[in-house]
């Protein structure tokens, strides 16, 4: 992609990300349809749906050759990730934009013939924008994201994960899990796993495991956390792929070898 191509799409992603956060902001003070997806605890909202509607519009007027991977289906049905592609969660967190009305993010990743060129992820109610383009660096708002440490200890490590997988699950053995983390000095659940990458990227976890996540909670984490020499795979270490569900390890490079060894003792 040509660098000005780039810098356009960028700019222009950024300001629909500030939109959609600010029709989101207003649209939550109303009320709206809240509905169940998979399961009863699976939440979807009007607001989610409206949201990526918005997106698809705006993309489809502005970008007509550019495909869409969009969690609420709005997208395209793509089976190959060639040429531009937006892969966007309209809401990451939507039980916490639920229940607790924060702690919720807009999740935006641009990839072209599967590498990812830019990644917006934007806390909606902190009203933080985590942003980054690849191979120039990612911010917080107006501030460059420093590269991260690269000493942390993995018993001093701070994880983020779900603590689903501290029950039984078909992915990984749960009595390994609660091991991991009596191992480590703490693990966190935000709810939302672009926030999870966003704060990977910002340096105040030093990892964020789960397994099971889809393109669009990943896409634009991955470009952000990458700049900031993060390492993102599946948890067996193996490439991401933008297309399927997959189990995701984000860290520092430095606790990669010990965070997949260690789980590999209880994978399934
Ligand atoms: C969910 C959140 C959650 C993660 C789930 C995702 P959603 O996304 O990111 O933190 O554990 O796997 O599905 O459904 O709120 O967009
Ligand atoms: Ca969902
Ligand atoms: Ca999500
Ligand atoms: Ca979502």
Redesign the pocket.
Known sequence: MKKIQRDQLYDQAKAWVLEAGKNIREKMTGTFEIASKSNPN??VTEI?KNTEEFFVQRIKETFPNHGIIG?EGYGDKLTSLDGIVWII?P???????VHQKRN?AISVGIYKDGVGEIGIIYDVMANNLYHAKRSEGAYKNARKLAPLKMNPIFSEAIIGM?H?WLCENRHVDEKVMQQFVRTIRGART?????L?FAFLAEGIIDGYI?M???P??IAAGKVIAEEVGGLVTTIDGEELTMLDKSTVLACNRQLHHDIASFIKKGRK
Do not use: C, R
Request: overall charge negative; charged content about 30%; aromatic content about 18%.
């Open positions: 699976d939440l989610d969690e969660d809401i990451d967190g939507t039980m916490n934009f919720f779900n689903f935000y709810g939302s796993a672009a999870e789960s099971k996540l889809s669009w909670d």
